[in-house]
C-alpha cells in the first residue's frame, strides 16, 4: 500500500461548490473517473485513493469550471494532474511506473481474472507501454471520443503537442499491441 | 467517438470498444469513497446519496450546467433527503462526523477498557489489514501518518467547514472512537478489495471490542454490504431488515438498500 499525500495540485480559494452540487458530480462522474483512471495506467490497488484525490481536487477547484465547456475533458484534465502527481510521488520513475501498471494490473485477482477478457488485458498493457503523457492524449482522443482541441485546453498543452502526442502515442500503442498479440500466439 | 480514430486499425478501435465494456466498479466502491470524502471534507452526510443518471447520448462529455440556478440539472429525489439532513447539521452546529454521532445519541459510548484493549492488541487488526495491502492500519505502525495524509483511512480528522465543536460524549470518548474508525477502516478496504471474508472479519473483531460502540450503525451498514458480496442473500436480508428497524433514518440506509437490491 503506497502512502500517498493530499494531491499536490495547488488547492485554489474560492467558494466551494454546495454540498448537493458536489454529491450530484461525484455520483455522475465516479465511474468515469475510475475508467479514466484506470486507462492512465492507475494500479488496480490504488485506485481507490487516487479516484478520492480527484474528487478532493475537484471540490476545491470547481469553482474554476466553466460552465459552457464540456465537463468531463475538465475532469480528465484533474484526473491527469492527479495521477502523474501520484506518479511522482511514489517516486516511479518512467520505467518503473510501466512495470507497476504491469505488475499490479496483469496480476488481478483470481475472480478478476475470469472476468476480464484478452481483449481488455491487451489494451491495458497496451496503455501501459506509453508514457503518461502520450496515454492520456490517446484515452482521451481515442477512448473518451474528445476533440483535440479540448483535450489540449484540458492538459495545458499547445494543440500542435497534444496531436504529435496522439500521432506518435497511436504508433507506440499499435507496436505494443502487436506484440502482445504475437507472445499470445507463441503460447 | 468525435474522428472514428482514422489511424488506428481496426482491430485496435475494437479492443478499445471492449475495454469501454469493462464493467463500472461495485456499488461497494462508490459508497466507500463518498464515506471517505464526505470525512475528508466535512460534508455531513451530503455524500452518501445515490447514484445519479448517467450522461445521455445527448450529452456524451457529461457536460452539466453548475449554476445554482440550474435546478433541473440537480437531482432532487436523491438529494432532498440530505438537505434535511443537512439543515439538521446546521441546526446542532456540528460537524460530518458528529451528525452520525447525533442520530447516534441513544446509544451509550464505548468503554475506554475495550479501546484500550483493542488497541493493545494489533492482532485484531493485522490480519486483516495484512490480507488487504495495509500494514499502516495496524496500531503502533504508521497508522497516525496515514492518517495525516487524509486519504481514506484518515481518522476524520480533515478539514472541515462546518467547524462547531462536536457533541461531548464524542470529545470524551475520542481515542474510542479513532480505534473504532481503525477497526471499521480495515473493514471498508476489505469491501474495496472485493475481499467480502476479511470485511466480515474485521467487522466481527469491532463488533467484540465494541459491542456499544459509537459506530454501530456504520458497522452494521457495512456488514449488509459485506453479506451481499459474499453471496449469503439470507443473511444479507435478514442484516438489511434489522438495519432498517434499528437505523430507520440512518444516513447509510440509502447504500444498505441498494446493495440489497443487488441480490438475486
Known amino acids: ?187 | 467517438m468525435s474522428d472514428g480514430s482514422p489511424f488506428l486499425p481496426s482491430d485496435l478501435r475494437q479492443l478499445i470498444d471492449a475495454d469501454r465494456k469493462v464493467p463500472d466498479p461495485p456499488e461497494a466502491l462508490r459508497a466507500g469513497v463518498a464515506q471517505s470524502l464526505d470525512h475528508e471534507l466535512g460534508l455531513g452526510g451530503a455524500m452518501m446519496g445515490g447514484p445519479t443518471t448517467a450522461p445521455t447520448v445527448d450529452n456524451p462529455h457529461g457536460q452539466w450546467d453548475l449554476s445554482p440556478s440550474s435546478g433541473g440539472s440537480l437531482h432532487p429525489s436523491a438529494i432532498y433527503g440530505w438537505k434535511l439532513l443537512a439543515g439538521a447539521l446546521l441546526a446542532v452546529g456540528a460537524g460530518g462526523l458528529a451528525l452520525s454521532l447525533a442520530l447516534r445519541s441513544s446509544q451509550p459510548s464505548a468503554a475506554p477498557t475495550t479501546a484500550t484493549s483493542l488497541a493493545t492488541s494489533p492482532a485484531l487488526i493485522a490480519p486483516v489489514a495484512e490480507r488487504v495491502g495495509l500494514g499502516a492500519l495496524v496500531p503502533g505502525s504508521a497508522s497516525d501518518a496515514v492518517s495525516s495524509t487524509g486519504n481514506v483511512f484518515s481518522s476524520g480528522t480533515g478539514p472541515r467547514r462546518a467547524s462547531a465543536s462536536p457533541p461531548s460524549h464524542a470529545r470524551v470518548s475520542g481515542d474510542g472512537l479513532k480505534e473504532e474508525r481503525t477497526v471499521l477502516d480495515a473493514a471498508r478496504a476489505a469491501l474495496v478489495h472485493r475481499d467480502a471474508g476479511a470485511a466480515l472479519a474485521a467487522l466481527r473483531s469491532h463488533e467484540q471490542s465494541f459491542p456499544r460502540g459509537q459506530l454501530v450503525e456504520e458497522r452494521e451498514s457495512m456488514r449488509v454490504q459485506a453479506l451481499v458480496m459474499a453471496r449469503d442473500a439470507r443473511a444479507a436480508r435478514a442484516a438489511g431488515e434489522r438495519f432498517r428497524r434499528r437505523f430507520a433514518h440512518s444516513v447509510f440506509l440509502p447504500a444498505v438498500e441498494r446493495a440489497l437490491e443487488n441480490l438475486p
Do not use: C
Open chain 1, 1 to 187: 500500500m503506497l502512502v500517498m499525500g493530499k494531491p499536490a495540485l495547488p488547492e485554489v480559494a474560492g467558494l466551494p461548490p454546495a454540498r448537493e452540487e458536489f454529491a450530484h458530480l461525484y455520483h455522475r462522474e465516479f465511474s468515469y473517473v475510475w475508467h479514466s483512471l484506470r486507462r492512465l495506467g492507475v494500479p488496480h490497488r490504488e485506485l481507490f485513493d487516487v479516484t478520492q484525490n480527484v474528487f478532493i481536487v475537484l471540490y476545491h477547484r470547481l469553482h474554476l469550471y466553466d460552465p459552457s465547456r464540456p465537463l468531463r475533458p475538465w475532469i480528465f484534465g484533474v484526473a491527469f494532474r492527479v495521477t502523474s502527481d501520484y506518479l511522482r510521488l511514489a517516486r516511479h520513475a518512467r520505467e518503473s511506473a510501466r512495470a507497476e501498471i504491469e505488475t499490479a494490473d496483469g496480476a488481478p485477482a483470481a475472480d478478476e481474472l475470469l472476468a476480464i477478457h484478452e481483449e481488455q488485458m491487451i489494451v491495458r498493457e497496451g496503455l501501459a507501454a506509453l508514457d503518461l503523457e502520450r496515454r492520456a492524449v490517446v484515452v482521451a482522443h481515442d477512448f473518451d471520443g474528445v476533440p483535440g482541441p479540448e483535450i489540449a485546453e484540458a492538459l495545458g498543452i499547445p494543440l500542435k503537442t497534444m496531436y504529435y502526442r496522439l500521432r506518435t502515442g497511436r504508433s507506440q500503442f499499435v507496436a505494443a499491441v502487436r506484440r502482445i498479440q504475437a507472445r499470445l500466439r507463441e503460447r
